[in-house]
């Protein structure tokens, strides 16, 4: 992800923050004239972590104060459903506000059986749960108006992690092969075509995830159009 000094990094789904901790370990390795003041100083004003388990936030924040902070910013609550932020999680509206990260780096939840509704994705404006339905004459796929689907956690992070990026802004997803290559997933890479640039696509072995999955998963480096 070639994290750089001006990068503001946020992970959506954090879980207990091991890309987070990536990022500063890779910026203080890359500065050898740092001292703990300089590190601390730069990770409280340039590393985000969101998560809506309050064990993995507490795990997150004492990691990062072991390496030396940046656990200001991390935050309890759901990063997807945006309608109820106001409500159960305010400081979200500031900390998730759209068009302010250089850097997305994430491992969101994904599967067939995580799912955010068709209604809460419309009340959260979600337009990757559209329905989206193929144009006969041009063989795209098209959005049905007003009609939303459920739809995989992992596809609508995709969306969310596309909001908090600045025009140019960098996203290090993980995310299963089959949203990429198969054809039941061809209007989902219109969508990600209209969106992002792929710059770059790692192989994860599936044994990284053997216990808790058996999907096959890449990592994806995006550029945001």
């Known amino acids: ?3 750089q000094y001006d990068d503001v990094i946020i992970d959506p789904a954090c879980g207990t923050g091991g890309f987070l901790l990536e990022a500063f370990s ?4 890359s500065i050898t004239n740092w001292d703990d003041g300089d590190a601390k100083a730069w990770a409280q004003k340039h590393l985000y972590g969101v998560d ?11 990691m990062m104060m072991i390496l030396g902070d940046g656990s200001t910013h991390t935050y309890l609550g759901d990063s997807l459903r945006a309608h109820l932020w106001q409500k159960n999680w305010p400081y979200l509206t500031t900390g998730l506000k759209d068009g302010q990260y250089t850097c997305v780096i994430t491992n969101p939840p994904f599967g067939k059986n995580l799912k955010l509704t068709g209604a809460e994705a419309k009340k959260s404006s979600y337009s990757v749960a559209q329905k989206y339905v193929e144009d006969k004459k041009t063989g795209k796929h098209v959005s049905v108006s007003n009609t939303y689907e459920n739809r995989e956690l992992g596809i609508i992070f995709l969306e969310r992690c596309h909001n ?9 997803i993980i995310l299963p092969e089959t949203y990429f290559f198969s054809k039941s997933y061809l ?23 053997q216990g808790f999955c058996r999907a096959k998963t890449n990592f994806y480096i995006f550029e945001k159009k």
């Not at 890779?26 to 390795?29: E, P, T």
């Not at 809506?52 to 004492?62: E, M």
């Not at 209007?187 to 192989?203: A, C, P, S, T, Y």
């Open 52 to 62: 809506k388990d309050q064990i993995n936030v507490k795990l997150t924040k004492a």
């Open 187 to 209: 209007w989902l890479q219109e969508w990600i075509e209209d969106r992002f640039i792929l710059r770059g696509l790692i192989n994860i072995p599936m044994e990284a995830f």
């Open 26 to 29: 890779s910026m203080k390795n």
């Open 164 to 172: 908090l990026l600045i025009s140019g802004g960098r996203l290090g």
């Open 1 to 3: 992800m070639e994290i």
